[in-house]
């Protein structure tokens, strides 16, 4: 089972913060998860669409400046981390990279500047990995880059899978673990998709999950579901 850190080691330090981000270790991890918003010309790794949670910020990361934004310190006592940090971190590392998009204004900008970075820090492509709630997002960028795997997110229980497949290919389903059922897994994983799970801790549920042959989870605390999902625990 693959293990994805959720926002990092977000149990351990600042959610997607750069201390989250490089504190995952490729040996016990597959890959991290980070959530990314669009302001001006520019992205950040940022979970939430107010400011407010963990900044005391009452604006909107949208409709706030990006030189604002840069100007932030995270809980960690560092910058917002954005995409070129991102990639110059990861790709020193073995680690897959899940962004999810939560709010863009242009895909085609997006496309830029990661096809850019990704070129410039030599990161492998097959390590990637765009997922979204918004599945506009997810077929503006296939029509862009038809090779980067796709990942669709939902958060309820569909009666049937197919009606929201067809409109282009995806590589994988991410499934909350709240509106989830052995049909669900079954369905996806008879479309040939592969079946990821957020947000995934207790012991049980990731028992649960590896009987299912779920193959992966999104966990707050990475290293502690690795040893679940070894038996060290």
């Known amino acids: 089972m693959k293990i994805f850190a959720h926002r990092g080691v977000s149990a351990l330090y600042p959610e997607n913060s750069q201390t989250a981000i490089s504190a995952c270790d ?38 706030t400046p990006a030189s604002e934004i840069k100007s932030l310190i995270c809980q960690d006592n560092k910058p917002i981390p954005d995409l070129k940090w991102l990639i110059e ?7 897959h990279l899940n962004i999810e998009l939560k709010t863009i204004a242009d895909a085609t900008l ?17 390590q990637l990995l765009i997922s979204s709630f918004n599945h506009q997002y997810l077929a503006d ?16 229980h569909p009666l049937n899978v197919a009606p929201l497949l067809g ?7 991410h499934l909350s673990m709240h509106a989830i059922s052995t049909e669900l897994i079954a369905q996806a994983k008879q479309h040939g998709l592969q079946v990821f799970v957020y947000t995934v801790d207790q012991q ?8 299912n042959k779920v193959d992966g989870i999104f966990a707050n605390h990475p290293e502690q579901a690795y040893k679940i999902v070894n038996n060290l625990i």
């Open 204 to 211: 049980e549920d990731i028992n649960w999950l590896m009987a």
């Open 89 to 95: 971190q990861v790709s020193e590392t073995n680690l």
């Open 141 to 156: 960028i296939y029509r862009l880059k038809p090779n980067w795997p796709l990942g669709m997110l939902i958060a309820h």
């Open 110 to 126: 997006f496309v830029e500047q990661l096809q850019a970075l990704i070129t410039q820090y030599h990161f492998d492509e097959k």
């Open 167 to 173: 409109q282009f290919p995806i590589y994988s389903l």
């Open 26 to 63: 490729a040996s016990v991890m597959h890959g991290v998860e980070i959530d990314l918003f669009q302001t001006e010309q520019s992205f950040f790794v940022v979970h939430d669409p107010w400011l407010s949670r963990l900044f005391g910020v009452n604006k909107k990361i949208t409709d």
